[in-house]
């Protein structure tokens, strides 16, 4: 599988909910997504515009304190899972970790790197950083289901 790199400038909120809600229309069951990037970069508002560009009404918060928030849907599941707080990786085996990751769920992963040895691999590494007053998004495909997602996103932005 060739890695697939593609990055974007979001000049605001609104375009971080635009690129969560294209890469909700690009995306599949089976998905994992890593999440990174420093505090404040916008993990959280990508995570609302995919969870709420899939129909949910409700808030979408960050599971800051309860490390993982399920989003039901026709068919799949969408788990938003925020690592910032996990003490140790292990601490994840104790929850069932491994019960999330299914081929009818989709997995987005804020603070990935909080939880490795014991998460499985990313399809889809997402990496924001701040570029003068908005921010640059780079995704960067770790399978083919990852490419699928990143050539869907070809011409956005």
Known sequence: MTELTFTLELGDEKAMIALGQHLASAAEPGC???LQGDLGMGKTTLSR?????????GAVKSPTY???????????????????RLGDPEELEFMGIRD??????????EWPERGSGVLPPADLVITIVKAGSGRLATLCSQTTAGAVVVTGLQGVG
Do not use: R
Not at 49 to 57: A, C, M, P, V
Not at 66 to 73: G, K, Q, S
């Open 32 to 34: 994992v997504m890593y």
């Open 49 to 57: 515009g995919f969870i709420q560009s899939l129909g949910h009404t």
């Open 66 to 84: 309860t490390l993982v928030e399920p989003y039901e849907f026709a068919g799949f599941t969408v788990y938003h899972f925020d690592l910032y």
């Open 100 to 109: 999330y990751f299914t081929a009818t769920t989709i997995c987005l992963i």
